[in-house]
């Protein structure tokens, strides 16, 4: 017999910067939500109440609730990020039950009507909600915990990595129950999304490629300057291309073919030259069931692209970690 499972609530909406045919058609979409979300199993270990804000300023809100609620958990809260979170922001209330989450989204995917606009912002905002199921089943990742090392910082981003898969992989299922095809069937995210995912992603390889010859200068020129610059974007420029490889994966795997990005990619030397050593092990560690041995391995392919880029850190206990350079392998573009 199933065990009991807590309700999803939507406790409140808040919508700014729509016209107001537009606004009562999304809080139409929005109510029409949690029926449609009562089909899946969701599992919560706790009940949880849904706070959905879409806005043209999210910044203020993100400050406004983090006031209003104190510390809270962020379900990858990154202001910085290209990739879906730059679009749309689950914010998770520490005191439960019920849990208090609020996800928060840029408003241009809803102000158009157009079919692709309907499938972006229900990926967008299922995306998220996969998040608040992280949170809801007792499994999300507390973004308030800071790493001490290079070393626990590349495991925490495997972590995310694996984070970000899971709540796409929740919001294809959850789109299937929301969006139908002309002839009725259940439609993906993937279909009408993964293209300008895949565009955006040979857009990111270019600048491992770009990043190596910085390496190169330096090994010409030698400032400490350019150095502290080059270790400063190393984390962020291999977190935000594993994401948002992640997300395309996700989406040719929602549109059920992998085949056509892997015909894109073969073309980009950036990825030739960096990534494609990894890349089945990387797809494999993105479905892998044991998810400890998956994420130490996610961190040494991220270890292995900054090799093929020129640079290895070495942390030291109590001091600043060592950043060893050498000669990075070029793309022949
Ligand atoms: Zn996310």
Not at 96 to 116: K, M, N, Q, T
Not at 128 to 152: A, F, K, P, T, Y
Not at 159 to 183: G, N, P, V, W
Request: with cysteine; aromatic share 6%; glycine share 6%.
């Amino acid at each position: 017999m199933a065990s009991p499972t807590h309700r999803l609530r939507l406790a409140s909406t808040t919508l700014e910067g729509l016209d107001g045919a537009r606004q009562r058609a999304v809080e139409a979409e929005l109510q029409a939500l949690i029926p449609a979300l009562e089909q899946a199993d969701l599992n919560l270990a706790h009940p949880v109440d849904l706070h959905v804000v879409i806005t043209n300023s999210m910044e203020q809100h993100v400050d406004r609730i983090r006031k209003q609620h104190g510390a809270i958990d962020a379900a990858p809260y990154a202001r910085t990020r290209l990739t879906v979170s730059a679009t749309g922001i689950t914010l998770v209330a520490p005191n439960r039950p019920p849990l208090s989450c609020h996800v928060i989204l840029a408003v241009d995917a809803w102000a158009a009507s157009d079919v692709e606009s309907l499938v972006l912002r229900n990926y967008l905002l299922c995306h998220e909600l996969g998040h608040v199921l992280q949170h809801g089943q007792g499994r999300g990742i507390d973004c308030r915990q800071r790493s001490s090392s290079n070393e626990e910082e590349m495991l925490r981003t495997a972590k995310i990595i694996r984070e970000e898969f899971d709540a796409d992989s929740t919001a294809d299922a959850l789109c299937r129950l929301m969006l139908r095809d002309d002839q009725g069937k259940a439609l993906g995210p993937g279909h009408l999304l993964a293209p300008q995912f895949a565009a955006a992603s040979l857009d990111i390889l270019t600048n491992l490629c770009d990043f190596a010859l910085e390496v190169q200068r330096y090994r010409e020129i030698g400032t400490d300057e350019l150095l502290d610059r080059l270790y400063r974007n190393a984390g962020p420029l291999l977190g935000e291309t594993a994401l948002l490889l992640t997300h395309t994966i996700a989406l040719y795997l929602s549109a059920r073919d992998l085949a056509p990005l892997s015909e894109q990619l073969a073309k980009s030397p950036g990825f030739k030259c960096y990534i494609e050593p990894d890349w089945n092990d990387f797809l494999e560690d993105l479905v892998s069931k044991d998810e400890g041995a998956a994420e130490r391995r996610i961190s040494e392919f991220l270890g292995n692209v900054l090799y093929r880029l020129g640079l290895r850190i070495e942390d030291r206990p109590g001091q600043a970690p060592y950043i060893h350079v050498h000669k990075p392998i070029f793309c022949d573009t």
